[in-house]
């Protein structure tokens, strides 16, 4: 495989894993972070939030799924 086909399976298993997200503020939250890579400014006026609330969101999650 090359670097190009690596990056896309790599994206296809994120993307694949966010959609199984049930979540759906936390799925919108992870696919414009990691999929779209929007800073936390851009998902936070999409979402109508602050960048605060998204990032810290975005880490609660996280910690959550590693914790659990």
Known sequence: CDRRQRQMCIRDRLTAYIVGIE???IR???YMRHVKMYTWH????ELNGTPDQVRKAHDRFLKR???G
């Open 65 to 67: 799924r590693n914790d």
């Open 28 to 30: 919108q939250i992870m």
């Open 42 to 45: 851009k998902i936070a006026v």
């Open 23 to 25: 979540d759906s503020y």
